[in-house]
Structures are given as structure tokens and as C-alpha cells.
């Protein structure tokens, strides 16, 4: 692994376990067992490092996103074949879970371009994916853009109950998701 990710999977780690605020560069590279001057060779500060961790999940999922877009499948297809990536990835990495949710509750506190990206940009894409199966008239007219921030938030509010609630599975809430945003987009 190179140094940028060790130093990306120790301050997911750390910032997890202590929140962005309570996590200091010195946490990070004490968890990442290199010395704080290494850090300071990739990220200019720790907002930095946040910036980093939201922008790798932040392309995972829009490449995800723009395959989907491309695909001649189904909009329920393409939704569930999202949430089967998201949440996968989601169960598979408790501690990015844990740090996607937190830090991205008040986008505007850390006024990072990732963040925003995440926030942003995800729900703009799934509106054009809501727009072909509009025009393939596939589902009911909606308001695509609309539409897409119900969808995307919706997603995060299951995935921070999950997260938070050991008594609830990713397998559950992506089947129940599927059947609430489908029956919501059904003709």
C-alpha cells in the first residue's frame, strides 16, 4: 500500500473512533506508524485528508454511477445494483461508513470540495439515470432532480440507522429501499 492510502485508511480508522475535531495529523500518523513530517509530504492539513477520503469514495460511487448510466437495464436494476455496491462497501468498511456519515451531516462546516461533490454531484447524476427511465416511460412523470435528492438522502439516512443500529442488516434495508423507492417511482 502507498504512503497517501496508509495515511487515508489511518485517518478513517482515527477519525472514526474520535470524530474529525478530537483527531489530530499526530493521531493519524501514530495509527499509520510513520512520522507526522510524511503526512505533511502529501496533505497540506488534516482538512486535507478528509477532503481525500470523501473524494475516493466520492469516484467510487459516480463511476459506479456513469456505468450504470450506460447500461440498457432497468431503473430498478440500476438502483439495486447501487445499493448492492454501496452497501457492500458500506458493511465491508464500518469505520468509512462511520466517517461518510458523521462528516457529512453539515457539509458546510468543513466547506471541502469532496464533500460537497458527494453531496452534490451523486444526486445530479442519479436524476439524469431517473430521466432516461422517464423517457423510456419506464416510471411515472416525477421531478427528476427532486426525485434524485429523496433517493440519495433516503439512502443515507438508512445507511446511518444501520450503521448505528447492530440490530439491523444492509441485506434488509437494501431490499426495503428498493421496494419503497420503486413503488414511489411506479406508474
Do not use: C
Amino acid at each position: 500500500m502507498d504512503k497517501k492510502e496508509l495515511i487515508r485508511n489511518s485517518a478513517i480508522k482515527v477519525i472514526a473512533a474520535e470524530g474529525y475535531h478530537n483527531t489530530t495529523v499526530k493521531m493519524i500518523a501514530q495509527k499509520a506508524e510513520i512520522a507526522v513530517g510524511t503526512i505533511y509530504n502529501y496533505f497540506s492539513n488534516k482538512g486535507e485528508i478528509l477532503n481525500y477520503i470523501f473524494e475516493v469514495e466520492f469516484n467510487k460511487r459516480i463511476e459506479l454511477l456513469q456505468q450504470l448510466k450506460q447500461k440498457n437495464i432497468s431503473l430498478k436494476e440500476k438502483i439495486m445494483i447501487f445499493l448492492d455496491k454501496h452497501f457492500a462497501d458500506l458493511k465491508a468498511n464500518s469505520d468509512t461508513a462511520t466517517v461518510l456519515i458523521q462528516e457529512s451531516k453539515l457539509p458546510r462546516k468543513h466547506s471541502l470540495e469532496a464533500i460537497n461533490n458527494f453531496m452534490n454531484k451523486l444526486p445530479d447524476l442519479l436524476a439524469k439515470i431517473i430521466d432516461q427511465a422517464r423517457e423510456k416511460e419506464e416510471i411515472r412523470i416525477v421531478n427528476s432532480q427532486l426525485v434524485a435528492n429523496i433517493i440519495f438522502h433516503t439512502i443515507r439516512g438508512v445507511a446511518t440507522k444501520v450503521v448505528k443500529d447492530n440490530k439491523l442488516s444492509f441485506t434488509e434495508a437494501k431490499k426495503e429501499l428498493l421496494d419503497q423507492i420503486w413503488f414511489g417511482l411506479s406508474k
